[in-house]
């Protein structure tokens, strides 16, 4: 490993193919120091996601204010709209808010993942490959980010909707070196180093895990569309209520922005446990109904007893193509202790992402009738993990039993062609001895002459 100050031999070393596709976010003065580049980025990040917030309330909001429509107010509310992407809370007129599209904060991931491969692609050009100082570097590039959103808390401000400086600071950090750091290990000699510090056993599991969140996502965003396609009278009666024209694209926008989160809701349900909006919930075995509000997308909400069948097929499937394909890439390990541990990291690993997911994907819009929104997080997780385990652990157990009776009956069949070819060895003996006599008879005269011979 080179030492804290040393650089590639090869400053101007050519970057690799996905860093010559991409264009360059760093300008040349700040590219050519490190932490000039990481500041410039995570700065540049937090900018860039405030001016597109603040362009969507703009074009959303001015066409319809009317002459008392005022650019600075929409200034204030699209740093808020900012800020409430990084789901650290925000309270809008005086209600205190955790429940936001996910959307929003996949539109802020996404910014700041390109920010950390820009870090890459500089620390590439300038030839910086000491892992602790491209470490140091994404470190400098998060904080870069929060102080840059921490910022804008003070005029991120209209009435009494505002957003919580703590909250800010830690899901602005923990966003970007989540998304940014991960960008920036892939794209930088991080990814060598890492790989060759964590076990092989931990990368199979993070594979075999992100293959079965893929598949309950899937899943869930399947169901959610055909739910909608179902309940479309529905969703049309309450977009006619809630108002046409240019002022129902912000209703429009929030759906959009939102349809991850019914992904999730759709991925629960499946799971088992379901998901709620308030006082109504909805699970495969029983539903509830409330009160909701009029937003077209809670217009897809599945109605009646229980599920109908169609949905329990989904349901049985999406557990077994998960667990099919983690009990197949256990099998791709040689020994079966290794493939045993990897069901269980990716167990792991499952438990973990749809924690995370029915967290983010929920919340609460103050303490009201909206005081629960999505999936209990630990139920869903327990109830996915657990059936994804058990169906990756029968395939493992239906492969082990295969693979005993081949063995056993290769070993069969190679002892029964061994006594086939001692048969035809007697029979070959008999046809070249003398007619009538025995092979091991004539043997034993032979030896009994000699004897005599010798007597």
Same mark, same amino acid.
């Given at each position: 490993?080179?030492?804290? #100050?040393?650089?590639? =031999?090869?400053?101007?070393?050519?970057?690799?193919?996905?860093?010559?596709?991409?264009?360059?976010?760093?300008?040349?003065?700040?590219?050519?120091?490190?932490?000039? !580049?990481?500041?410039?980025?995570?700065?540049?990040?937090?900018?860039? %996601?405030?001016?597109?917030?603040?362009?969507?309330?703009?074009?959303?909001?001015?066409?319809?204010?009317?002459?008392?429509?005022?650019?600075?107010?929409?200034?204030?509310?699209?740093?808020?709209?900012?800020?409430?992407? @990084?789901?650290?809370?925000?309270?809008?007129?005086?209600?205190?808010?955790?429940?936001?599209?996910?959307?929003?904060?996949?539109?802020?991931?996404?910014?700041?993942?390109?920010?950390?491969?820009?870090?890459?692609?500089?620390?590439?050009?300038?030839?910086?490959?000491?892992?602790?100082?491209?470490?140091?570097?994404?470190?400098?590039?998060?904080?870069?980010?929060?102080?840059? %959103?921490?910022?804008?808390?003070?005029?991120?401000?209209?009435?009494?909707?505002?957003?919580?400086?703590?909250?800010?600071?830690?899901? !602005?950090?923990?966003?970007?070196?989540? =998304?940014?750091?991960?960008?920036?290990?892939?794209?930088?000699?991080?990814?060598?180093?890492?790989?060759? #510090?964590?076990?092989?056993?931990?990368?199979?599991?993070?594979?075999?895990?992100?293959?079965?969140?893929?598949?309950?996502?899937?899943?869930?965003?399947?169901?959610?569309?055909?739910? !909608?396609?179902?309940?479309?009278?529905?969703?049309?009666?309450?977009?006619?209520?809630?108002?046409?024209?240019?002022?129902?694209?912000?209703?429009?926008?929030?759906?959009?922005?939102?349809?991850?989160?019914?992904?999730?809701?759709?991925?629960?349900?499946?799971?088992?446990?379901?998901?709620?909006?308030?006082?109504?919930?909805?699970?495969?075995?029983?539903?509830?109904?409330?009160?909701?509000?009029?937003?077209?997308?809670?217009?897809?909400?599945?109605?009646? =007893?229980?599920?109908?069948?169609?949905?329990?097929?989904?349901?049985?499937?999406?557990?077994?193509?998960?667990?099919?394909?983690?009990?197949?890439?256990?099998?791709?390990?040689?020994?079966?202790?290794?493939?045993?541990?990897?069901?269980?990291?990716?167990?792991?690993?499952?438990?973990?992402?749809?924690?995370?997911?029915?967290?983010?994907?929920?919340?609460?819009?103050?303490?009201?009738?909206?005081?629960?929104?999505?999936?209990?997080?630990?139920?869903?997780?327990?109830?996915?993990?657990?059936?994804?385990?058990?169906?990756?652990?029968?395939?493992?157990?239906?492969?082990?039993?295969?693979?005993?009776?081949?063995? #056993?009956?290769?070993?069969?069949?190679?002892?029964?062609?061994?006594?086939?070819?001692?048969?035809?060895? @007697?029979?070959?003996?008999?046809?070249?001895?003398?007619?009538?006599?025995?092979?091991?008879?004539?043997?034993?005269?032979?030896?009994?002459?000699?004897?005599?011979?010798?007597?």
């Amino acid at each position: 490993m080179p030492g804290p #100050r040393e650089h590639c =031999s090869e400053p101007s070393a050519a970057p690799n193919d996905g860093a010559a596709a991409r264009r360059s976010v760093v300008p040349r003065a700040a590219g050519r120091s490190l932490w000039r !580049a990481a500041t410039w980025t995570g700065a540049g990040a937090a900018i860039v %996601c405030a001016t597109v917030g603040i362009l969507a309330v703009a074009v959303c909001w001015l066409p319809v204010s009317g002459p008392g429509g005022r650019a600075h107010s929409a200034i204030h509310a699209g740093l808020l709209t900012f800020l409430a992407a @990084l789901h650290g809370g925000v309270t809008v007129d005086g209600t205190s808010a955790s429940f936001l599209p996910l959307g929003m904060l996949g539109a802020v991931a996404i910014t700041a993942w390109r920010a950390g491969a820009g870090l890459a692609d500089a620390a590439a050009g300038i030839g910086e490959c000491d892992p602790l100082r491209l470490a140091l570097a994404g470190l400098a590039q998060a904080v870069s980010f929060t102080g840059c %959103c921490l910022l804008a808390v003070p005029y991120a401000t209209l009435g009494t909707s505002d957003a919580p400086f703590l909250g800010v600071a830690a899901a !602005a950090f923990l966003l970007f070196a989540f =998304s940014g750091g991960t960008a920036l290990v892939l794209y930088s000699p991080l990814s060598d180093l890492l790989a060759e #510090r964590t076990p092989a056993s931990v990368r199979a599991g993070a594979r075999g895990a992100g293959v079965a969140l893929c598949v309950y996502l899937a899943a869930g965003a399947l169901l959610a569309a055909g739910s !909608a396609v179902v309940h479309h009278a529905r969703i049309e009666a309450l977009s006619a209520q809630v108002g046409g024209g240019w002022g129902g694209v912000p209703v429009l926008l929030l759906g959009v922005l939102a349809a991850p989160n019914a992904a999730v809701a759709g991925a629960a349900y499946l799971a088992g446990p379901g998901f709620a909006v308030g006082g109504s919930s909805a699970s495969a075995f029983t539903t509830a109904h409330g009160v909701l509000p009029a937003f077209p997308l809670l217009g897809a909400m599945p109605d009646g =007893s229980g599920a109908n069948a169609p949905v329990w097929v989904l349901m049985a499937l999406t557990p077994l193509l998960a667990g099919l394909l983690l009990a197949r890439l256990a099998c791709r390990e040689d020994a079966w202790a290794a493939r045993w541990q990897l069901i269980g990291s990716a167990t792991a690993g499952v438990l973990l992402g749809l924690i995370v997911l029915g967290w983010q994907a929920g919340g609460a819009i103050g303490a009201g009738g909206l005081s629960t929104i999505g999936p209990s997080p630990w139920r869903f997780a327990l109830s996915a993990g657990v059936a994804v385990a058990g169906v990756a652990s029968a395939g493992l157990g239906v492969a082990a039993a295969r693979s005993r009776f081949v063995s #056993r009956a290769r070993g069969t069949g190679v002892s029964g062609r061994a006594d086939a070819a001692g048969r035809l060895q @007697l029979l070959a003996d008999a046809v070249r001895s003398p007619a009538g006599q025995n092979p091991g008879a004539d043997d034993a005269d032979d030896a009994g002459g000699g004897s005599q011979r010798a007597g």
